[in-house]
Nanobody, 121 residues
Framework: QVQLVESGGGLVQPGGSLRLSCAAS????????MGWYRQAPGKQRELVAS???????NYADSVKGRFTISRDNAKNTVYLQMNSLKPDDTAVYYC???????????????WGQGTQVTVSS
């Protein structure tokens, strides 16, 4: 089984920065994709950014140029550096891992518990 543990959320003023981290444990196989999704109240969950085990990245248009996703494959950890934060970035941010494991040899989605990010003055 894959477990994802997130950290780094909180309250920040508009224009500020936060860094989210997500550590994955379990027998995760490569190739895989790790990413961040967010869900604001009354809205659907949306992709923020993703990164493959090979380092290819993908970003939502709304965060391009402000957010940077990175990963440390040796630690199975993914990071999201969020700069120039706006009130519209307020949401619960969820870590996601799409991968096969030794116990489940088909690609499946695994989710973290979510971390709240609030951008407000």
């Amino acid at each position: 089984q894959v477990q994802l543990v997130e950290s780094g959320g909180g309250l920040v003023q508009p224009g500020g920065s936060l860094r989210l981290s997500c550590a994955a444990s379990g027998s995760i196989l490569s190739p895989n994709v790790m990413g961040w999704y967010r869900q604001a109240p009354g809205k659907q969950r949306e992709l923020v950014a993703s990164i493959t085990s090979g380092g290819s990245t993908n970003y939502a248009d709304s965060v391009k140029g402000r957010f940077t996703i990175s990963r440390d494959n040796a630690k199975n950890t993914v990071y999201l550096q969020m700069n120039s934060l706006k009130p519209d970035d307020t949401a619960v941010y969820y870590c996601n891992c799409n991968a096969r494991t030794f116990l489940k040899l088909v690609h499946s989605d695994y989710w973290g518990q979510g971390t709240q990010v609030t951008v407000s003055s």
